[in-house]
């Protein structure tokens, strides 16, 4: 089973701070997702990246898959209130459909 | 549509009972999810359903647990004999399409608490 690392587990920042959260694997992933949950809810997808060294912007977040596909990161220009959540990273398995998650990095932005 | 609901949101019950779950997709979504979160954790992969046929099912669902999608509709989760470590979040999704069909949409979920 591939494992995925997220870090770190917790962050708080003021509002207006930037801020990067990782997730990382030993194997190479095929797809990777980036979910954000928020208390009491499902996740929600973000994005999807696929190829190696890709770069999806998503407003004030910006998406990056690393050339070998063993790792990405998510990054938050000038944190809101609003992006306070569970960020959650996602794998699917070659020829399965079910999703395997991280543990999540929790995010509060203070006003 | 107003994507995928799920029923009860809130359900409390007492060791031992018997619990059912319902799962609403959105429309025409052939593909159907079950996850469970615990607290501090990620969702973890209950089983999937391609219509009404169960296709995987996660080691984690033990006996106890039931799936149904009988009309490749809606889907109810049971758990048999409840303990207090099935205290979770239940995650329902749903899914559309060929192999690339694999954004999922998640419900709200059912938080169960078992005293």
């Not at chain 1, 569970?86 to 999703?99: I, M, T, V």
């Not at chain 2, 949101?9 to 052939?30: A, L, M, W, Y």
């Amino acid at each position: 089973t591939q494992l995925l690392e997220q870090s770190p587990q917790f962050l708080s920042i003021q509002e207006g701070e930037n801020l990067t959260v990782y997730c990382n694997s030993s194997s190479v992933f095929s797809s990777l997702q980036w979910y954000r949950q928020e208390p009491g809810e499902g996740p929600v997808l973000l994005v999807t990246v696929v190829t190696g060294g890709e770069v999806k912007k998503l407003k004030r977040l910006t998406f990056q898959f690393g050339d070998a596909r063993k790792d990405s990161s998510l990054h938050i220009t000038a944190a809101q209130p609003g992006d306070t959540g569970l960020y959650l990273c996602a794998w699917r398995g070659a020829g399965s459909y079910q999703l395997t998650f991280g543990k999540g990095t929790k995010l509060s932005v203070i006003p | 549509d107003t994507g995928v609901s799920q029923d009860p949101r809130h359900k409390i019950t007492k060791r031992g009972q018997n619990v059912t779950f319902r799962c609403d997709p959105i429309s025409e979504h052939n593909r159907l999810y079950w996850y469970r979160q615990t607290l501090g954790q990620g969702p973890e992969f209950l089983t999937y359903f391609q219509n009404e046929a169960q296709l995987e099912k996660s080691r984690l669902l033990s006996d106890r647990f039931s799936a149904e999608r009988p009309k490749g509709s809606f889907s109810t989760l049971e758990i048999q004999r409840t303990e207090q470590g099935d205290s979770a979040m239940y995650l329902c999704a749903s899914s559309y399409g060929g192999s690339g069909g694999v954004e999922a949409f998640f419900g709200q979920g059912t938080r169960l608490t078992v005293v």
